[in-house]
């Protein structure tokens, strides 16, 4: 079965410092993985992918995802933290059985950054 | 910019009533969602449709049903509300044929069942 899990349900950053935000999958074949963040009361908005190419990819915000085919893992990073990066942070894959954009997301992750 | 409207932010409900949540999009995609999303279990697919009159249950589909009788329309009805149904429900679209897992995603719609 296809699934990632985010061990984390809440991280805690000082503003200014640096925050990872850990993704983990399961997946048969190759994964397509995504981050999509929730501020409070909205829905979710797309922060970046993996498909295929670079290990590290660039997205919204300032934020940077690494895949990690060995460890199979997808965390979410960003070299300094704002207070306005507090929100709720999902990891998601594409589930393969359907040839469409039907995702499978994790628990989510509360990052908490303090000033 | 793409829009995904959901008719009712807010809605409190009593057990056996039927609900319908309404979601439009405004950029002719083909595909629609409905999500629920719950504390610590994060986001769950109710049913998805990729075309008109298309749909498909997705993980808990149970309790619910869906109508997309317009490609811009997708709804989500519950044929007797239950308390297990208080929940966020999130709809979404995505680009046709792109498959690129970008969803766009409407503001939500809290439901209570007292």
């Known amino acids: 079965a296809q699934s990632v899990a985010q061990p984390e349900d809440q991280v805690n950053v000082a503003e200014g410092n640096p925050l990872t935000v850990k993704c983990t999958y399961s997946v048969s074949g190759n994964p397509y993985l995504f981050w999509y963040v929730q501020y409070p009361n909205r829905g979710l908005q797309f922060l970046l992918k993996?498909?295929?190419?670079?290990?590290l990819v660039k997205g919204s915000y300032g934020f940077e995802a690494e895949f990690n085919k060995s460890q199979t893992s997808f965390h979410l990073k960003k070299p300094s933290a704002l207070v306005s990066d507090s929100a709720l942070y999902f990891c998601?894959?594409?589930?393969?059985?359907?040839?469409?954009?039907?995702?499978?997301f994790g628990t989510g992750t509360r990052l908490q950054v303090f000033p | 910019d793409v829009k995904v409207t959901q008719s009712s932010r807010y809605l409190v409900k009593r057990t056996g009533e039927k609900v319908f949540l309404e979601c439009v999009q405004d950029m002719d995609h083909e595909n629609m969602f409905w999500y629920r999303q719950d504390p610590g279990l994060g986001l769950r697919l109710i049913y998805f449709s990729y075309d008109v009159k298309m749909k498909e249950k997705g993980d808990i589909p149970e309790g619910y049903s869906v109508s997309r009788e317009k490609k811009e329309r997708f709804s989500l009805i519950l044929e007797s509300a239950s308390t297990n149904q208080t929940s966020m429900y999130l709809c979404?679209?995505?680009?046709?044929?792109?498959?690129?897992?970008?969803?766009?995603f409407g503001e939500g719609s809290r439901l209570t069942v007292l």
């Open positions: 979404a679209s995505s680009f046709p044929g792109a498959n690129t897992g970008e969803l766009f």
């Open positions: 993996y498909i295929t190419g670079d290990n």
């Open positions: 998601a894959v594409r589930d393969s059985r359907w040839n469409t954009d039907k995702l499978i």
